[in-house]
Antibody, heavy 118, light 106 residues
Framework: QITLKESGPTLVKPTQTLTLTCTFSGFSLSTTGAAVGWIRQPPRQALEWLALIYWDDDKRYSPSLKNRLTITKDTSKNQVVLTLTNVDPVDTATYFC??????????WGQGTLVTVSS | IQLTQSPSFLSASVGDRVTITCRASQGISTYLAWYQQQAGKAPRLLIYAATSLQNGVPSRFSGSGSATEFTLTISSLQPEDSATYYCQQLKSFPLTFGGGTKVDIK
C-alpha cells in the first residue's frame, strides 16, 4: 500500500525559504522507474505542476519557478524534499506530493496548506 | 503545452451523461490523464493514457481521444461525482494541467 504525507511550515514570511518534506511508504525511490512529484494549488485555483525527481536522481522543474525550486531525495529515509526560495504571497497554496509515473500521479498525499504572509 | 478544458462549469442531474473536453495546444498522442478532485481532498487519478481506467475507478467513467482533442465521459452521473475534473498532459516537460471543470449536481 502506497502512502505519502507532506510536512512543513504552515506560515512563511515573504522572502523566506519554504522547505517541504514528503515522507512515503509502500515503494522505494531506488527502484527503477520510481518517481515523486510536487504539485500545488492556490486557494480556489487550478493545479500547478512544480517538480519531479526520478529514482536515478534525474530532476525536472517548472520553468516558471526553476530558479527558485530545488527537489532532492533521501532514499534511506523514504523522503523527498522540495525547497522554494524567496517566497511571495502568490506562493500561498496547498502543496501535494505524489507517486508519479508515465501514466500520471497515481497516489497523492493529503496536501499541506502553506500561507505566505508577514 | 497548454491544455484548455471546456466547459469550466456544468450542472447536470443524477443519471445524466456528462462530457468534458480537453484540448492540447500541440499533439500529445495519448499522453493524457484525467483526475477528479472532490472538495477539500487530494486529486484522484481516473484515466491514464487517454483511455485506460485506473484500478478501482467506476466503469461509468471513460476517456477517449488522441493528438489534440480528448474527452472524459461520465455515462450516468452520480451524486458522488460532484467534483472538479482536471486533465494533464504527460508528453513533455513541464507537465501541465488544464484549468479544471467543476461538475455540480442539480
Amino acid at each position: 500500500q502506497i502512502t505519502l504525507k507532506e510536512s512543513g511550515p504552515t506560515l512563511v514570511k515573504p522572502t523566506q525559504t519554504l522547505t517541504l518534506t514528503c515522507t512515503f511508504s509502500g515503494f522505494s525511490l531506488s527502484t527503477t522507474g520510481a518517481a515523486v512529484g510536487w504539485i500545488r494549488q492556490p486557494p480556489r485555483q487550478a493545479l500547478e505542476w512544480l517538480a519531479l525527481i526520478y529514482w536515478d536522481d534525474d530532476k525536472r522543474y517548472s520553468p516558471s519557478l526553476k530558479n527558485r525550486l530545488t527537489i532532492t531525495k533521501d532514499t534511506s529515509k523514504n523522503q523527498v524534499v522540495l525547497t522554494l526560495t524567496n517566497v511571495d504571497p502568490v506562493d500561498t497554496a496547498t502543496y501535494f506530493c505524489a507517486h508519479s509515473g508515465v501514466s500520471g500521479h497515481d497516489y497523492w498525499g493529503q496536501g499541506t496548506l502553506v500561507t505566505v504572509s508577514s | 503545452i497548454q491544455l484548455t478544458q471546456s466547459p469550466s462549469f456544468l450542472s447536470a442531474s443524477v443519471g445524466d451523461r456528462v462530457t468534458i473536453t480537453c484540448r492540447a495546444s500541440q499533439g500529445i498522442s495519448t499522453y493524457l490523464a484525467w483526475y477528479q478532485q472532490q472538495a477539500g481532498k487530494a486529486p484522484r487519478l481516473l484515466i491514464y493514457a487517454a483511455t485506460s481506467l485506473q484500478n478501482g475507478v467506476p466503469s461509468r467513467f471513460s476517456g477517449s481521444g488522441s493528438a489534440t482533442e480528448f474527452t472524459l465521459t461520465i455515462s450516468s452521473l452520480q451524486p458522488e461525482d460532484s467534483a472538479t475534473y482536471y486533465c494533464q498532459q504527460l508528453k513533455s516537460f513541464p507537465l501541465t494541467f488544464g484549468g479544471g471543470t467543476k461538475v455540480d449536481i442539480k
